[in-house]
């Protein structure tokens, strides 16, 4: 086994997408700091299993001290994708694996969007790209495959710097030219999957926000509705309670992590590397492992 980033007793990974190698195929472009194939996660499971590692909660994780020695490996899932429940729930199951799923409340109330999923689907059935933003207009190509490749990439970064927010979002994809059809396709988890779910003992629910924001580059009164409201919608529809948080992208600041905790939560995960053995619970660091298991960045 070659994972050298695991050290410590405690390491928690971070993972978004599960696919199967045929929908991997299908995208038009990689994402590998986003996309991983089941057959990878089923072999690091098992392989990790045999060199001696064992697969723990997210609660004994963070809660329960690890004996000198240890190998402890929690798996958590950012997002909420449909994927979650149709290909990686059943592989824990499967392999007796549990993870917490972070979950984006605004997916399940179809209140914010997995803009790179739709902006695909867009790009696939169009042949170019004509608008205008802010007084600046801008034509891009799609006609083959390598053409829908850059324009997808560009108009993924596009939207990433000029909008932070569900309203903006959608008023820049209304300008693209993006249709209802493209915006309502099913990629992201409902209520009733969700709930079903929690109820598994193996899966524990956390939050990653109403809508997935940069947290430290809002007003600190948005940052707090984006904790607290994501927190109350959960607990409203799970029935019990929240305790873990993962800031989107990895973004917070002091500010951030205690509006976090004066929100009640025990503890928030970010993005960077390192195994967690105690200390200060909401900046809790996560191996994110891109489609090679290997940390991102």
Known sequence: MDYPYLTGNTNVIALHRVLEE????????????????????????LRLRESGYQFVSLDEAIFLDAPKGAKRIALTFDDGYIDFF???????????VPACLYLVTGYPDKACFHCFGILEDFVRRVESVEFSWMGKGYRLACRDQSEKRE???WLDRFVESQVNGVAEVRKLFDAIGVEDD???????????KTIQLHQDPLITIGSHTLSHPRLSQ???????REIVQSKLRLEEKLGARVDHFSYPYGDYDRNVAKCVEDAGYLSATT?????YDGGDRFSIKRH?????LNPVG
């Open 151 to 153: 324009t997808l990439l």
């Open 86 to 96: 149709e290909v990686i729930f059943p592989l824990l199951k499967e392999l007796e």
């Open 218 to 224: 809002m007003s600190t009164d948005k940052a707090k």
């Open 182 to 192: 493209d915006v309502d396709k099913i990629r992201a988890l409902d209520w009733e």
């Open 22 to 45: 045929a929908d991997l195929a299908r995208n038009l472009v990689e994402v590998p700091s986003m996309e991983l194939s089941s057959r990878k996660l089923r072999d690091f499971i």
């Open 288 to 292: 994110w492992l891109d489609a090679e």
């Open 271 to 275: 993005v960077q590397s390192g195994s």
